[in-house]
Every structure is written in structure tokens, then in C-alpha cells.
């Protein structure tokens, strides 16, 4: 994570420092990954470090490597081809085997301050309850769990069946544990069910993926009318 203003003078001199420093063994396929968050939220001056160890620091713990927002084209006094550095312009799974990430920041005055993250230990995950099935290998079978999607006309309802599907497919669960004990909470207690519904059991991303892009849910409407209130509260507030 550098620091990368995007000035003509700072930026070639930070990547120099950052080859010499990292760059050894470095190749085409295994470059050494350099961003910035500025580029997303721009400069907070004396926030820009914090934010810089948040993003990191999510980085590590979901297993993603950010992309930079608007990145086009390098700075042409920086060899990103010979150095072999590389800026991420799209979500990818963070690299195999390597735990620590690097964070530059310099302060107007002439301080600077380099941080280095490690991953945290991976912590066995609490047994939720219904989690318990055991399949015939002896391991733990994952929970079903039910995905409810509503909306208020059929064509909304294959648009959203479609939005999560490729919402899904560019996270794979491998990288995100907590995804889809998280989305069916979501999508069953925190939104609002409207009049055309489908309700999706399944175990995990390889069964939910192909029902949401098959054709063999049927959307059904619910029957019950919603009934309309109005409140008066006397203090000159109505809903």
C-alpha cells in the first residue's frame, strides 16, 4: 500500500525505493502488487495513513487484493514491466502463501512512516446451530440455509436473481467464510418482502449459483394485500 499521490517527482522515487526494497525474486507472474487508497477516496492528509491500514488490513482478512480506481497507464519513469510491479486494476484473490503486506505513509514535514501487516492466525469458527450434519467422508456438511429474494413484478425479480448471481460468481466462498451465513440473514431479516418472492434452500455457492441462474424457480405472488395506516402523533408529525 504506498503512499502514491500521483505526483510526477514523489511517485518514481517511492517505487524506486519499493523495488529495491521488495522486488527481489520478483517476476511476470509473481509481481510485487502496489496500490493506493487515494486513488479511491482521495488524500486525507492527516487521516491518509489510518485509512491505508484499514484497507490493508481488510485486504489481509477477506483475502482480496484491491483494484485501483481509474488506473489507466504508469508513470513512464517507473520500469513496471523490468521491476516487475504491478497495480491491480481488478478484485483479485490474494496471492498464494504470502501473509504480510506494506503500507507508506509520508507526512508534509518530512516524516515518513512505513508499517508492515501480518495475517492473523486463521481461529476455528464457532459450531452454529443446525451445522452439525456430518457427511459420509466424516467432515462436517455446511448448513442449508434458506435465500429469500422479493420484488414487486416478475421482470425486478429475474433482474435481482441475476444481479446476485454475478455478485456471487465474482466472490468465490473459499476467500469469504461469513458470505452467505451473512446474505441469507440479509436477505430474510433486513429487507423488505415485497409481492413476487422466491426462496432458494441451499449449502453453499455451488448449489445456490446454478438455481438463482436456472430456470426452474417460479416466481409466487403473495395473496395478501398490505393494509395502509395512517399516524397521527399529535406533535405535528404524520406518516
Given at each position: 500500500e504506498a503512499h502514491g499521490t500521483g505526483t510526477k517527482v514523489g511517485d518514481p522515487i517511492e517505487a524506486t525505493a519499493l523495488h529495491e526494497v521488495f522486488g527481489e525474486g520478483r517476476t511476470a507472474k509473481q509481481p510485487l502488487f502496489i496500490g493506493s487508497v487515494?486513488?479511491?477516496?482521495?488524500?486525507?492528509?492527516g487521516a491518509s495513513g489510518v485509512v491505508s491500514v484499514i484497507k490493508t488490513a481488510m485486504m489481509?482478512?477477506?483475502?482480496?487484493?484491491?483494484?485501483?480506481?481509474?488506473?489507466?497507464?504508469?508513470?513512464?519513469?517507473?520500469p513496471f514491466d523490468e521491476w516487475h510491479l504491478k497495480v491491480p486494476t481488478s478484485q483479485r484473490p490474494w496471492p498464494r502463501g504470502k501473509k504480510y503486506a506494506s503500507i507508506n505513509n509520508f507526512g508534509f514535514g518530512g516524516t515518513n512512516a512505513h508499517a508492515v501487516l501480518e495475517r492473523s492466525p486463521v481461529t476455528p469458527r464457532p459450531v452454529l446451530p443446525g451445522t452439525n450434519d456430518t457427511l459420509a467422508t466424516g467432515t462436517k456438511a455446511a448448513a442449508k440455509r434458506l435465500y429469500v429474494l422479493s420484488a414487486n413484478d416478475k421482470?425486478?425479480?429475474?433482474?435481482?436473481?441475476?444481479?446476485?448471481?454475478?455478485?456471487?460468481?465474482?466472490?468465490?466462498?473459499?476467500?469469504?467464510?461469513?458470505?452467505?451465513?451473512?446474505?441469507?440473514?440479509?436477505?430474510?431479516?433486513?429487507?423488505?418482502?415485497?409481492?413476487?418472492?422466491?426462496?432458494?434452500?441451499?449449502r453453499g455457492s455451488a448449489e445456490l449459483i446454478p438455481a438463482l441462474a436456472g430456470n426452474d424457480i417460479t416466481p409466487i405472488r403473495s395473496t395478501k394485500e398490505p393494509s395502509i395506516g395512517f399516524v397521527f402523533t399529535g406533535q405535528g408529525a404524520q406518516w
Open positions: 487515494k486513488s479511491n477516496i482521495g488524500h486525507l492528509e489481509l482478512e477477506k483475502g482480496f487484493v484491491l483494484p485501483n480506481c481509474n488506473f489507466e497507464k504508469g508513470n513512464p519513469k517507473i421482470s425486478s425479480l429475474a433482474a435481482r436473481q441475476h444481479n446476485l448471481t454475478v455478485y456471487l460468481e465474482q466472490r468465490p466462498e473459499v476467500f469469504q467464510n461469513s458470505l452467505l451465513p451473512n446474505l441469507a440473514y440479509t436477505l430474510g431479516q433486513r429487507r423488505s418482502h415485497l409481492a413476487y418472492k422466491v426462496a432458494i434452500p441451499a
